[in-house]
């Protein structure tokens, strides 16, 4: 099945600069690749996502790129706020039994010090 | 409007107890997923429903656990004799056709269950 790996766990940086984490995945077939963010007590919630056809994809200061030979994906974020701290996951999507199961990295620990 | 919502928010059983979690997808959605997230780790896939039929069942971790979906809208997720190792917050997501579309999951907040 489907293996997700995500880096760094924890990521700190200071208010403006920016900030990067990186997956990367094992299933060649998986074409859907979601970032969701998750603050505490809240569930994940969607910020970008891509889809094997297209290379990269921006929203304002968030992008995502992908790299399908190298079977790796990252997310970036421009010009970072206090708000932007939480908790980041990608997530790989896998058409198998019919649905869109998706396999989640284990999760990037965001923290934007003033 | 109103979106994925999960109950109860909190649930605190005694070991070898059943436990019921109930999902509200939002309405109109076929689709519904349930996930697990343990302490510090990333979500884990459980059962995707379409409809009310569930094709991919394939990450219910023991016999223990089942889910069901009535309506094409409410899910009740059910683990019976509850272990220590069950404790998580299980969430549950939503998307409107699911299938091949490979459309937004929405989640809810999660319940999160401890067993004591």
């Known amino acids: 099945g489907e293996n997700v790996e995500q880096h760094p766990s924890t990521l700190s940086v200071q208010e403006g600069d920016s900030a990067v984490i990186k997956c990367t995945y094992s299933d060649s077939a998986s074409n859907y690749f979601p970032w969701y963010k998750q603050e505490l007590g809240k569930g994940p919630q969607l910020i970008i996502d891509?889809?094997?056809?297209?290379g990269e994809k921006k929203d304002q200061r968030i992008a995502v790129t992908l790299n399908k030979t190298a079977k790796h994906f990252s997310l970036h974020i421009t010009e970072t706020q206090p708000e932007d701290s939480a908790v980041y996951f990608c997530a790989a999507s896998s058409l198998t039994g019919g649905g869109n199961k998706l396999t989640f990295g284990t999760g990037t620990q965001l923290k934007v010090e003033l | 409007g109103a979106g994925v919502s999960q109950s109860p928010s909190n649930k605190v059983t005694e070991k070898g107890k059943d436990v019921e979690l109930r999902c509200d997808p939002i309405?109109?959605?076929?689709?519904l997923y349930w996930y697990r997230q343990s302490l510090g780790q990333g979500l884990e896939f459980l059962i995707y429903f379409q409809g009310n039929s569930a094709p991919d069942k394939s990450g219910l971790p023991s016999d223990r656990f089942s889910a069901e979906r009535t309506g094409g809208s409410v899910s009740t997720l059910t683990i019976q004799r509850t272990q220590q190792e069950d404790s998580a917050v299980y969430l549950c997501a939503s998307s409107s056709r699911g299938g091949t579309n490979q459309e937004t999951q929405y989640f809810g907040p999660g319940t999160r269950l401890l067993v004591l």
């Open positions: 891509i889809r094997s056809n297209v």
């Open positions: 309405s109109g959605h076929t689709a």
